[in-house]
């Protein structure tokens, strides 16, 4: 079955199965690269500076490491966007970011990611 994942602030999309009475989670390499460079750019926020080499296991036990220490859960810097959207642009992602329980900038800011994904078939 389909579920949101929130793993560190970012809304992951991911297929719970059961085989064998096991839970298993399981996340597209899509997704898990959007995690990766969602974590690359977080994580300075918080004080660690990672590296473009790093895996998603260390950024993942670094962000668990860092919200094990904190109140609350890790989070997207907020940043007003430069430009306007028309009217029913503007709600049309609003709306969509809604039913994804996430703000309107991040559900942009991880539309742009993955198009930059498939245009440069690289993370960051």
């Given at each position: 079955?389909?579920?949101?994942?929130n793993?560190?602030?970012?809304?992951?999309?991911c297929?719970?199965?059961?085989?064998?009475?096991?839970?298993?989670?399981?996340?597209s390499?899509?997704?898990?690269?959007?995690?990766?460079?969602?974590?690359?750019?977080?994580?300075?926020k918080?004080?660690r500076?990672p590296?473009?080499?790093d895996?998603?296991?260390?950024?993942?036990?670094?962000?668990?490491?860092?919200?094990?220490?904190?109140?609350?859960h890790l989070?997207?810097p907020?940043?007003?966007?430069?430009?306007?959207?028309?009217?029913?642009?503007?709600?049309?992602?609003?709306?969509?970011?809604?039913?994804?329980?996430?703000?309107?900038?991040?559900?942009?800011?991880r539309?742009?990611?993955?198009?930059?994904?498939?245009?440069?078939?690289?993370?960051?």
């Amino acid at each position: 079955m389909k579920y949101n994942l929130n793993l560190f602030g970012y809304t992951v999309d991911c297929l719970l199965s059961f085989p064998n009475g096991t839970m298993r989670i399981e996340i597209s390499e899509e997704d898990q690269a959007a995690l990766r460079a969602y974590l690359l750019r977080v994580l300075v926020k918080y004080g660690r500076e990672p590296q473009p080499q790093d895996s998603l296991e260390n950024l993942v036990r670094d962000a668990i490491e860092i919200e094990k220490g904190m109140n609350g859960h890790l989070s997207e810097p907020k940043l007003k966007l430069p430009y306007e959207f028309q009217p029913e642009i503007k709600e049309k992602l609003i709306e969509a970011a809604e039913l994804q329980d996430m703000s309107a900038t991040q559900l942009l800011i991880r539309l742009i990611e993955r198009k930059h994904q498939n245009v440069f078939g690289k993370e960051g």
